[in-house]
């Protein structure tokens, strides 16, 4: 049972290799077999095909960083204080699994995300607790008016963005840091009611 747990394991870290270091469409049952030493058909054995290999992948990844969020986002305060470390516990998987948040952004920033997004609800009951953030903070006065949703994105986006210019060396860690980008990102939204009584 162990040995079936491992391959299937070392199956998807290669998934997520390959994918995060030559894209979506480097991706094949031959070239994961080649990486892990296993043979073509034992991959068969864990995944009916190519796509069933990534999006297992790729749910299981994110179910690790959404864990990692509801394990490290703050509990109390206000809704910025909340989103601030929505932001801020993504940025701190991002260090401690970088191939996995990569491999998930990479996946989130392709074709098949579309695919997955429109043929599965699972990613909807994922978004939920963050929704609700950008919601509070939104009925709150917090945030300007818009779509929770999109808020959240865009908060994601934001991270994400910094996260991968600092791993492909665009920008430099002791010029911008993560909590001056979390910063700006909420001036930004702020509610100028909110920022006008506070």
């Known amino acids: 049972?162990?040995?079936?747990?491992?391959?299937?394991?070392?199956?998807?870290?290669?998934?997520?290799?390959?994918?995060?270091?030559?894209?979506?469409g480097s991706v094949s049952m031959s070239q994961v077999a080649k990486l892990t030493g296993l043979s073509v058909a034992t991959a068969y054995n864990y995944f009916t095909n190519k796509q069933d290999m990534i999006i297992t992948t790729y749910h299981e990844a994110c179910e690790r960083l959404n864990q990692y969020i509801i394990d490290h986002v703050s509990k109390n305060g206000a809704p910025d204080v909340k989103l601030a470390s929505y932001m801020h516990a993504i940025y701190d998987f991002?260090?401690?699994?970088?191939?996995?948040?990569?491999?998930?952004?990479?996946?989130?920033?392709?074709?098949i995300n579309r695919e997955i997004s429109q043929s599965d609800q699972w990613i909807d009951s994922i978004m939920q607790p963050w929704i609700k953030i950008a919601r509070d903070g939104i009925q709150q006065d917090y945030f300007r008016q818009m779509d929770p949703l999109t808020l959240i994105y865009l908060a994601y986006s934001n991270v994400s963005c910094f996260i991968v210019d600092t791993f492909n060396h665009n920008i430099?860690?002791?010029?911008?840091?993560?909590?001056?980008?979390?910063?700006?990102?909420?001036?930004?939204?702020?509610?100028?009611?909110?920022?006008?009584?506070?």
């Open 94 to 111: 991002s260090k401690i699994q970088p191939t996995t948040f990569l491999f998930t952004n990479s996946i989130f920033n392709s074709p």
């Open 1 to 24: 049972m162990a040995n079936k747990s491992n391959n299937r394991t070392l199956i998807m870290d290669a998934v997520a290799k390959i994918i995060t270091n030559d894209g979506y």
């Open 172 to 198: 430099s860690p002791d010029s911008t840091s993560i909590d001056e980008i979390i910063i700006l990102f909420l001036n930004g939204i702020r509610n100028p009611k909110y920022i006008n009584n506070h």
